[in-house]
């Protein structure tokens, strides 16, 4: 009978002990307070704000910089090379702000050579971008059929420094028209 009353007790502690277990899956975290789903962050500006640039008055050499609105940015030209015989020319380099952005600029001279010193020269023929490589996207870029310039101040042949202007119209990556005002560089062709 010992036994039977040991088996008896043994099922009741067993079934009672049962009915008192919880499940804890998912330990740590803990259970949603409500229903409410809140949106992701907006995404960063189109359109990086760079203050490192806001008082510059100069272009040093080699350097780079532009106005779209109110926004102003600047940068290094680390690379410009005549292409062909000289009637193309391009430069690019990054940002004073961050060396994720930078500037390319390829300036076609419509007939027009840079074999000797030059000054006044319009090139109404300009491609234009400003990117951005972290998400990777483009900040602006200018498009065929819209009108982007370069005017050529000066052109020093026996160093191969180029001072001048550019502005135009150019897009950013979501489609709207921006443009590009109180642009100048000054850098040294290859």
């Not at 109404?124 to 498009?143: D, G, H, K, L, N």
Request: hydrophobic content about 35%; some cysteine; aromatic content about 12%.
């Amino acid at each position: 009978m010992k036994i039977f009353f040991s088996i008896l007790i043994f099922i009741i502690v067993l079934y009672a002990g049962c009915a008192k277990e919880y499940s804890f899956e998912g330990g740590g975290t803990p259970p949603p307070r409500d229903t409410i789903i809140n949106p992701p962050p907006p995404p960063p500006p189109s359109v990086p704000v760079c203050h490192a640039c806001n008082n510059i008055t100069g272009t040093a050499f080699p350097q780079w910089r532009f106005r779209s609105g109110n926004w102003v940015t600047c940068g290094s030209a680390d690379t410009a090379i005549a292409l062909g015989n000289r009637t193309t020319f391009t430069f690019f380099g990054p940002s004073a702000c961050s060396v994720d952005t930078g500037m390319v600029i390829t300036v076609y001279l419509n007939g027009d050579t840079l074999n000797r010193d030059r000054q006044n020269i319009q090139a109404r023929t300009a491609a234009f971008y400003a990117y951005e490589r972290v998400t990777p996207s483009y900040i602006f870029m200018s498009q065929g059929s819209n009108s982007f310039s370069v005017t050529i101040d000066r052109y020093t042949h026996s160093t191969g420094i180029v001072t001048g202007t550019f502005r135009g119209t150019v897009f950013r990556a979501n489609g709207a028209a921006a443009s590009i005002d109180s642009g100048r560089f000054t850098v040294r062709l290859l």
